[in-house]
């Protein structure tokens, strides 16, 4: 599983319209090889939106801070046919962010083949 979270700042378009930035989370998912099944764009008042797409291999969400020049993107997915800090480039492009202006950090998931034993239960085969 790949759950990375990346935090933009120095957005200079930090507020696109909603449509936008769902066309670049398309973008994105298709470099990753993933598959779009819903989109979920929520606007808020007076500025700002969070933009969810579900993916057949997860999800991949926006959400922008415009008052703060800073957006917040979070690509979770078990599969990635590119690393996803290249796959998001398209959205960077549509808050006009840089490289330089975002921090990474990837979150350790537990594989479902690690769920065939309930966590925390030690199994025992002796007397």
């Known amino acids: ?14 507020n696109p319209p909603a449509t936008s930035l ?22 808020f008042q007076p500025h700002g939106a969070t933009c969810v797409i579900v993916l057949a291999e997860s999800h991949l969400t926006v959400s922008t ?5 800073m957006a917040y993107i979070d690509v979770f997915t078990c599969r990635a046919d590119v690393e ?14 840089s490289n330089a202006g975002v921090a990474r950090q990837r979150i350790h998931r537990l594989r479902p083949a690690r769920l065939s ?11």
């Open 22 to 43: 769902l066309q670049a989370m398309r973008d994105t998912a298709a470099l990753l090889g993933c598959t779009v099944l819903g989109e979920l764009p929520v606007a």
């Open 1 to 14: 599983m790949i759950n990375i979270v990346f935090d933009v700042s120095g957005c200079t378009r930090p």
């Open 65 to 69: 801070w415009p008052e703060h020049h």
């Open 84 to 97: 996803p800090a290249t796959a998001i480039k398209p959205i960077l492009a549509v808050l006009g962010a």
């Open 117 to 127: 034993q309930p966590v925390g239960l030690t199994v025992s085969t002796g007397p």
